[in-house]
């Protein structure tokens, strides 16, 4: 069953996963903003962020999708960066290393959007692959009710989350560029 599903497939179960990630993200924003640190939300929080590995395990059984392959970030970065401003919105980080991890996230993916419709495949780097765990991680830590009056592990984890995020950025443009160059592409 490795490959039930072949690349122009819409409707799978992978898909299904992140489609209801996306749906869910925004009322997890709201929760996020409007609420005092709980458990609940702490749980919600890594409900929504395990469901990345889960449609991941599910794209690699059923077979990989050109539809999951736009979605699958596309609900990983909806939902990380959303929570994150969320949690600015609730004084919980400082906007400056949120609005850094955004301004990566957004031209690395007109980046990768821009050498994908020319037929050029920028895959996620392993370092890119942690960065997301850690920023996971990082919006976890500052929803422990526990951590409130330790705001500033969540602060660290946050900032080690700026430097990979930033760091796994420069690798794609290296790596793209490199890409470019061997395939003959000139920009």
């Known amino acids: 069953m490795a490959s039930s599903f072949g690349p122009s497939a ?8 992140t489609v209801g990630r996306l749906l869910l993200a925004p009322p997890l924003w709201v929760v996020i903003a409007a609420s005092e640190r709980s458990y609940a939300v702490l749980l919600l929080w890594c409900v929504l962020a395990a469901t990345d590995g889960l449609d991941g395990f599910l794209a ?4 990989t999708t050109r539809s999951g392959a736009f979605l699958d970030p ?7 960066i959303g929570a994150m ?9 400082w906007w400056l290393p949120v609005a850094l991890i955004t301004l990566r996230e957004a031209a690395i993916s007109a980046f990768r959007s821009y050498w994908g419709r ?3 495949a920028v895959p996620a780097t392993f370092l890119a692959k942690v960065k997301t765990v850690v920023q996971s991680l990082a919006v976890a830590l500052a929803l422990v009710p526990a951590l409130e009056d330790h705001a500033w592990l969540p602060a660290a984890a946050l900032w080690v989350a700026v430097v990979l995020t930033l760091v796994s950025g420069a690798q794609y443009l290296v790596a793209g560029s490199r890409v470019t160059t061997a395939a003959g592409v000139r920009r």
């Open 85 to 93: 401003w969320a949690i600015v919105a609730s004084d919980g980080f």
């Open 60 to 63: 690699r059984r059923h077979g």
């Open 118 to 120: 020319r037929g050029l």
């Open 10 to 17: 819409l409707v799978t179960p992978a898909n299904a996963v």
């Open 74 to 80: 596309l609900a990983d970065k909806a939902l990380v």
